[in-house]
């Protein structure tokens, strides 16, 4: 018998480490199939999606391994001359390594957990010089692309008037931002370093 519950303890000692080994190898099986995964304008990624994939559901998949950043601040609409304000908190969850942002709004006077939160808007990015996403858009667009191939896709843009590097189709829900490492579009690279997919765009 006391062999017995020896045994049982060697062997649950090594389960638990083997355990969480397979859990961690299966969370990066799935980051890197997000690395490849298609950025579908005004819609999601892979099969993440706006307004309908919660926070929970992303770091299920992704897992716990980001950084959590909120911002709050007061919005304030005016609807046939009567104004209103409510509080906002807009949640970032950043994948740093794997280039992945996803970014969730809270509304103080409608509170739900956090956790249940649908998604709002997904950037992927350059980190440095560096892109691990290698996805592209359904019209064939990633990151590292330049100008003239987001001309060739998706036409002319909308441009900021104070930043000439964001290119943005508000009616597909897709941005793209050129890198400005320069500040100065002569000596600039001219290619893609974060795309953002959203229902929201301005």
């Known amino acids: 018998m ?3 519950k020896s045994l049982l303890s060697i062997v649950t000692l090594i389960s638990i ?3 969480s080994a397979c859990n961690e190898i299966t ?8 690395l490849n995964a298609t ?16 926070l929970r559901e992303i770091t299920a998949q ?15 609409k005016c609807v046939n001359g009567v104004c ?25 006077n409608q509170l739900q957990r956090e956790g249940a939160l649908p998604l709002k808007e997904i950037q992927v990015n350059c980190i440095k010089d ?20 987001i001309k060739e896709a998706y036409g002319n843009p909308k441009r900021s008037p104070t930043n000439t590097w ?14 400005k490492k320069y500040q100065d579009p002569v000596r600039d690279s001219d290619r893609i370093k974060t795309i953002v997919i959203s229902k929201d765009l301005r």
């Open 166 to 179: 964001q290119w943005s189709y508000p009616k597909m829900g897709i941005s793209f931002e050129i890198d």
């Open 39 to 54: 950025l579908k304008p005004g819609v999601g990624f892979g099969d993440i999606s706006l307004r309908s994939t919660s």
């Open 84 to 108: 209103t304000s409510s509080r906002l908190e807009l949640i970032t969850i950043n994948y740093k390594s794997q280039g992945f942002q996803f970014l969730f709004e809270q509304r103080v």
């Open 27 to 34: 969370q990066i099986q799935t980051q890197n199939k997000y």
């Open 17 to 19: 480490p083997l355990i």
């Open 130 to 149: 560096s892109c691990p996403y290698k996805g592209k858009t359904e019209q064939g667009i990633g990151l590292g692309d330049t100008r003239k191939q």
């Open 2 to 4: 006391p062999y017995s």
């Open 62 to 76: 992704l897992g716990r391994n980001y950084k959590r950043k909120v911002l709050g601040f007061t919005e304030s």
